[in-house]
């Protein structure tokens, strides 16, 4: 009986510490207080660690990813979204930009608008941007000119000049 009696004495020890212990764990994570997420997309590693660290967070690099407008090194994306707010001494996972992916672009000056779109869909690009004007130097749908040119390295996104053929006088 007695036996029974210490067992119990311990187990009661045991859960009292436990629950003390819980409590004071608690207790001090609800000491840290919260703080609201910066926006680190677009911004150089170093800028974005400071202004983390502002804030008591910390910044780490996961990945790379190509991206057209942001320069290379610079932050694209982070894990998480600008405005919620965590803990501090939370880590925010970012991933950094290679720049914008460097092709061979083809040469498209003097086809149809509808050619360069599948010679570039099949290549791996896109026009981006179409400009038309009114020349006598090429027939309606016609591109006349392209950026970046055939010599040039450039990105997934090529931009055109497309005719609308010759400017007709109303009457």
């Known amino acids: ?4 009696l210490r067992s119990l004495g311990y187990l009661l020890v045991l859960l009292v510490a436990g629950i003390v212990s819980a409590h004071l764990t608690v207790k001090l994570l609800s000491l840290s207080r919260d703080v609201r997420v910066p926006d680190l997309k677009g911004r150089e590693m170093i800028a974005a660690n400071d202004i983390a660290r502002k804030e008591r ?3 780490r690099p996961v990945g790379e990813d190509y991206d057209q407008r942001i320069p ?3 932050i694209v994306r ?6 919620n707010r965590v803990k501090e001494g939370r880590e ?5 930009s290679r ?3 460097v ?4 040469d498209v000056v003097g086809q149809s608008l509808h050619d360069a779109e599948t010679l570039f869909s099949g290549k791996g690009l896109s026009i981006d941007r179409i400009i038309y004007i009114h020349t006598e130097a090429a027939p309606k749908d016609t591109i006349v000119a392209q ?3 055939p010599q040039e390295k450039g990105s997934d996104a090529v931009s055109v000049i497309v005719s609308t053929g010759k400017h007709e006088e109303e009457k």
């Open 1 to 4: 009986m007695k036996r029974l």
């Open 57 to 59: 967070l910390y910044i």
């Open 72 to 74: 290379e090194g610079f």
């Open 78 to 83: 982070q894990d998480i979204p600008p405005g």
């Open 92 to 96: 925010i996972r970012v991933v950094l």
């Open 99 to 101: 720049g914008p992916r």
């Open 103 to 106: 092709r061979e672009v083809p």
């Open 147 to 149: 950026r970046p040119e």
